[in-house]
């Protein structure tokens, strides 16, 4: 699976920023989204994820529930992360990667694949 993230800019204190992640290569629905995040000097933090396998199954870091917003389109092979009030804090490079261990979903390490990053900057 290869991913493409894009959609990463400058905006401003409670704007909202949609970021999207074109997966392209093997059968998507076979893996589950994740999207990731890394500010300078800091470890890579979980932000999201989606699964299709049956019902969709969402899952969010606590910092961003109720802000960001994981939604996929199966038939374009793409995941998106809607943001909206973002937050000076919110600020790091962001990335996509595909997984197959939900019960790991947390977890850099157990995604098989990653995008390249996008990055995200909210000024105050």
């Known amino acids: 699976v290869q991913l493409q993230a894009s959609g990463g800019g400058l905006v401003q204190a409670g704007d909202s920023l949609r970021l999207s992640c074109v997966a392209s290569g093997r059968t998507f629905s076979n893996y589950y989204m994740g999207w990731f995040r890394q500010a300078p000097g800091k470890e890579r933090e979980f932000v999201g994820a989606?699964?299709?396998?049956?019902?969709?199954?969402?899952y969010y870091a606590n910092s961003v529930k109720g802000r960001f917003t994981i939604s996929g389109d199966n038939a374009k092979n793409t995941v998106y992360l809607q943001m909206n009030s973002l937050k000076p804090e919110d600020t790091a490079v962001y990335y996509c990667?595909?997984?197959?261990?939900?019960?790991?979903?947390?977890?850099?390490?157990?995604?098989?694949?990653w995008g390249q990053g996008t990055q995200v900057t909210v000024s105050s």
């Open positions: 989606i699964s299709w396998r049956g019902a969709s199954t969402y």
């Open positions: 990667a595909a997984g197959r261990v939900w019960a790991l979903v947390t977890v850099p390490t157990s995604y098989d694949y």
